[in-house]
Nanobody, 130 residues
Framework: QVQLTESGGGSVQAGGSLRLSCAAS????????MGWFRQVSEEERELVAL????????SYADSVKGRFTISQDNGANTLYLQMNNLKPEDTAMYYC???????????????????????WGQGTQVTVSS
């Protein structure tokens, strides 16, 4: 059974940092797409950062480029999101998700829509005050 468990959220002042963790179990961790999404209230869940755990490929939302870094620890089956220089607009519930790698010819692809991810964690709240 696939399980994703996020941790590391909290409250910080603007300019501060947090590191989110997502512990994964129940599947072959190093050959999937994994992503961090965030959601504010009833708004649409948006992709923050994306990683192909079977390669070095990553991608980020424009709003977090240069401030957030997604990484993985294969030995610990854990995905991380290092968030620096946090802004009040980063306040949201953050979710970890996993989905299959897609193949386009011989190229691996991870897509960035919520429908491409079939397992989700319970979320961890991040609150940034000004």
């Amino acid at each position: 059974q696939v399980q994703l468990t996020e941790s590391g959220g909290g409250s910080v002042q603007a300019g501060g940092s947090l590191r989110l963790s997502c512990a994964a179990s129940g599947y072959k961790y190093n050959n999937h797409c994994m992503g961090w999404f965030r959601q504010v209230s009833e708004e649409e869940r948006e992709l923050v950062a994306l990683k192909d755990t079977g390669s070095s490929a990553t991608s980020y939302a424009d709003s977090v480029k240069g401030r957030f870094t997604i990484s993985q620890d294969n030995g610990a089956n854990t995905l991380y999101l290092q968030m620096n220089n946090l802004k009040p607009e980063d306040t949201a519930m953050y979710y970890c998700a996993t989905g299959p790698v897609h193949w386009v010819g011989i190229a691996r692809r991870c897509y960035n829509t919520t429908s491409d991810f079939n397992y989700w964690g319970q979320g961890t709240q991040v609150t940034v005050s000004s």
